[in-house]
């Protein structure tokens, strides 16, 4: 499958561009489908492009995890770098004053509480305040458009709207950014004006793997396509006190701690036969993050049949069971991050319900009974139908 990204397209519309001022919302993982990073590729064309603004993890894609992202200005084109994730989230009417038109070309991993996608929603924000047009330079879902695939829960935003999920939108939601900024639009931004470059050759049922010759590292613990495909059910571990990976080569693809019953685990979720995930007794030994520096014992999850996987499912049950087999070890966690200094009510932030650690107090057959009904998100696929564009 060739697919061409909105920035292709967006690269031959010179014409229609050539005397506005631009900037661009970007990172170094947002390139064309040649893996030359949009910011090169648009400066080297020609586009009058004045200034850069940069999410989490900054234009580098290199900043660590929830921390806050300074200013700067960039060794590739020399444009100053506007952090949306440091003094503020959102560009303010200063920085839009000298420009006539803002392009947005950013990366997702198709989860709700990966950030780059609030930032869209604060740069759309702004845009549609000070009558700035907006164009999308969209990309595919490599999680697959298969809206089937979509799982909850749902975010209550009266409760837990926070900077990793601040709308209503299912935790995998099987969009692509230009099908999410259009249904906004209508539903909550009627007077921006926006503009979405379609990408070409994808079609809703494929994932990255099959797209995408190399995957291009979206942050730096994303770092391949198995990681993406695992995220929405392993990045719940951050509210936990297991590792999540971080600090390893593999990050988002195994659990552990240097007190977990790894073998027994692995015995217990195999059994479960959730479709299209298998788990594999290891040991690893994290430079950073949770036990850095210690030996601990883990799962490593290997993703076997893609169009089958429910990673928030899979996800959640084998929290259930680590909560069940060592309640003595086991243990929520706070996740300070810039957003969130104090880091509470860090798994109610990522699964967007409220009072959601005490679902695992549920004796097992309730919990998965519940943990159905909250996954599955049916009407989603019918909200989200008019505005698909693929």
Known sequence: MQVRFGVDIFLKQLIDYQHQ???????????TSTYIPTRQALYSAGFNLVKLFSPEHGLEAIGEDGRLIPNGIDALTGLPIISLYGDKLQPTADDLADIDTVIVDLPDIGCRFYTYLWTLTHVMEACALHQKPLVLLDRPNPLSGNLRLSEGPMLDENTCSSFIGRWSLPLRHSCTFGELATYWQQQRMLTLDLQVVKAKGWHREAFSRDWQSSFVPTSPAMVNAEAVLLY????????????????TA????????PWLDANQLVQQFNELNLAGVVGRAITFTPQSGKYAGQLCRGVMFHVTEPTHFNPVLSGLLFIKLVYDHQPDQFDWAPYPTHVNPTGKHH??????????????ELPIASFTKTLHKLVVCEAWAGEVNPYLLY
């Open 21 to 31: 001022r631009l900037a661009l919302v970007t990172n170094q993982a947002a390139t």
């Open 232 to 247: 929405p059910g392993l990045g719940l571990l951050e509210a936990t006190n297991l590792s999540e990976g971080r600090g």
């Open 250 to 257: 593999t990050p988002f693809q195994l659990a552990g701690a």
């Open 347 to 360: 798994l109610d932030k990522l699964l967007g319900i409220p009072d959601s650690e005490s679902l695992f």
